[in-house]
């Protein structure tokens, strides 16, 4: 039931050569995995018209490795939509845990909240409904914010990506992660500029000049991963 449940609902292999070789990994190495209140999360976005927005479930495992890597006890998410993300984090994160949650429109998040509110983490979650970088300037506002979170994820308006950057590097202490999702685009990053849909060409462009950005900048180690529509990586160094 299971595996007939995942393939419903994993239409797209995202960056793999086959459909088939992403339900390997899913059926394998993922779904065995994954708590029981990611994967109802995951079920009922799912039916959600805008479900191709969600973290895949394969990025979701890895996110939840790097925090346990860094001890993470407060994070950060841009960008929450139904909370699948934010979810994991906040079951892998201790009990005393923080995750300030920023999203434009709480209406997805609605739909998870009971979900999240039944795992019994939502004492860790502060859920602020703002645009990003008004939400990001506010809290660089208190220097005692400055350096304290241990991990960041994005997953927000592209065209903001590098703006949300310097924030975020100011927020996410020494040794800390941040990671970028959607940073291969659909794959279109590496198609010749006459092959891309025209729905995907101004993400492509802005997604192109963030890797850029990302792969030059010292005060970073990076690593772009081909999972989900591709994550990268970054661990602040200085």
């Not at 994967?39 to 895949?56: D, F, N, Q, Y």
Request: hydrophobic content about 40%; proline content about 6%; glycine content about 8%.
């Amino acid at each position: 039931m299971e595996q007939s449940k995942n393939k419903a609902e994993s239409p797209k292999k995202g960056l793999l050569q086959t459909a088939e070789l992403y339900e390997y990994i899913l059926e394998t190495s993922v779904c065995p995995r994954e708590p029981a209140p990611l994967k109802e999360l995951r079920h009922v976005t799912a039916s959600h018209p805008g479900s191709g927005m969600a973290t895949s479930p394969d990025a979701g495992q890895l996110i939840a490795m790097f925090l346990k890597l860094v001890n993470a006890k407060k994070a950060i998410e841009i960008g929450v939509y139904t909370g699948y993300s934010l979810l994991l984090t906040a079951l892998a994160i201790p009990d005393d845990g923080e995750i300030v949650a920023i999203d434009v429109n709480r209406k997805a998040f609605d739909i998870g909240l009971p979900i999240i509110q039944k795992a019994g983490v939502e004492h860790k979650i502060n859920f602020i409904e703002s645009a990003g970088l008004p939400a990001l300037d506010k809290l660089l506002e208190d220097q005692k914010n400055e350096g304290t979170f241990d991990f960041a994820y994005i997953d927000a308006d592209k065209a903001n990506y590098l703006n949300y950057h310097e924030r975020i590097l100011k927020l996410v202490r020494v040794g800390g992660v941040i990671a970028y999702d959607n940073t291969l685009w659909n794959g279109s990053v590496a198609m010749p500029e006459e092959c891309v849909p025209e729905f995907y060409k101004p993400g492509r462009k802005l997604t192109m000049e963030l890797n850029k950005s990302l792969a030059a900048d010292p005060r970073i180690q990076i690593s772009h991963v081909p999972v989900g529509d591709g994550s990268t990586f970054c661990m602040r160094l200085r």
